[in-house]
Nanobody, 116 residues
Framework: VQLQASGGGLVQPGGSLKLSCAAS????????MAWYRQAPGNQRDMVAA???????NYADSVKGRFTISRDNAKNTVYLQMNSLKPEDTAVYYC???????????WGQGTQVTVSS
């Protein structure tokens, strides 16, 4: 599975961005797709996750501001980010894992910078 992320960029505090991640295929009918982020000097942390059945989970720091969604027909996951803060600045990575599989798949990362 290859993951292609897009949609990052520079935005002012309070602004919005929408990230997209397209998977080349979905080899597992039941799977998890997610967004992680990593700021310089920090570990990579989960931002939001969504199952193939539509169940979602969010990091406390983004609840109420970010929304994860997916289009199973397109093997694509989205992350709508609103009310962005400077502390949201990071490289955002797309993630895919099949339920019952031990293999993780990662996208190449897309930079999100929140700055005035």
């Amino acid at each position: 599975v290859q993951l292609q992320a897009s949609g990052g960029g520079l935005v002012q505090p309070g602004g919005s961005l929408k990230l997209s991640c397209a998977a080349s295929e979905s080899i597992f009918s039941k799977n998890i797709m997610a967004w992680y982020r990593q700021a310089p000097g920090n570990q990579r942390d989960m931002v939001a996750a969504i199952s193939s059945g539509g169940l979602t989970n969010y990091a406390d720091s983004v609840k109420g501001r970010f929304t994860i969604s997916r289009d199973n027909a397109k093997n694509t996951v989205y992350l709508q980010m609103n009310s962005l803060k400077p502390e949201d600045t990071a490289v955002y990575y797309c993630y895919y894992r099949g339920l019952g599989s031990s293999r993780d798949y990662w996208g190449q990362g897309t930079q999100v910078t929140v700055s005035s």
